[in-house]
């Protein structure tokens, strides 16, 4: 059974910083990978798909690498604002065609 | 102004009664999800449809119902089965069902009073 999961669970950074965020699955057969951001209370944005022939996607700011050997991907955000507080959500498509998230992680931003 | 709309924003139900989430989309997109989102919980699957008429049961299906009569509309019904409805619903819609890019609507917070 497929599962994700996304460490740090919570990250605080100054104004500027860049940082990057992790997800890790268990099951290498999956035929992407998609981020997500947040808002509280808000519905998802989808921020970048990478299609599991692909190594990196880039967005802006946003970056988002995949070892799907390892079971891996980053999310890198380079100069971080204020604005990009929020949480942020990886999940998978894999074998069954649904999406498995992750729990998540809430990004904070101090001016 | 392409995209799904969810309504209402925020729904109170009282046990025992049945209620129903609207989920609306203009983007021509054939498949159409719904999940549900806990504190410190991924979102779980609920139901999807890959096509108009027809309707797949998701991860956490009990007490729950869907209809997708339309390509636009896949209302879903919260029945008094449901044992512990207070959460918050989301809607999202992709072009087919296969590794497609899933764009989500704003959600319905659903509190059982």
């Known amino acids: 059974k497929q599962e994700v999961t996304q460490i740090p669970a919570a990250l605080s950074v100054p104004e500027g910083e860049n940082l990057v965020l992790n997800c890790s699955f268990t099951?290498?057969?999956?035929?992407?990978l998609q981020w997500f951001r947040q808002d509280p209370g808000k519905g998802l944005t989808s921020l970048l798909l990478?299609?599991?022939?692909?190594r990196e996607q880039t967005s802006g700011r946003l970056n988002a690498s995949l070892d799907k050997s390892s079971g891996r991907s980053t999310l890198y955000i380079a100069a971080s604002q204020p604005g990009d507080s929020a949480t942020y959500l990886c999940a998978v498509t894999g074998a069954t065609n649904k999406l498995i998230f992750g729990t998540g992680t809430l990004l904070a931003v101090q001016p | 102004d392409g995209g799904i709309t969810q309504s209402p924003k925020y729904l109170f139900r009282k046990e025992g009664q049945n209620v129903t989430l609207s989920c609306e989309q203009n983007l021509n997109h054939d498949a159409m999800y719904w999940y549900r989102q806990d504190p410190g919980q991924g979102l779980r699957l609920i139901y999807y449809?890959?096509?108009?008429?027809?309707?797949q049961k998701g991860d956490i299906a009990e007490g729950y119902s869907v209809s997708r009569e339309k390509k636009e509309s896949f209302p879903l019904t919260v029945t008094s089965a449901q044992k512990n409805p207070t959460a918050f619903y989301l809607c999202?819609?992709?072009?087919?069902?296969?590794?497609?890019?899933?764009?989500f609507g704003p959600g319905t917070r659903l509190t059982v009073l």
């Open positions: 449809s890959q096509i108009v008429n027809d309707f």
């Open positions: 990478i299609q599991s022939s692909q």
């Open positions: 999202a819609s992709s072009i087919g069902d296969r590794g497609n890019e899933q764009f």
């Open positions: 099951d290498s057969a999956i035929y992407n």
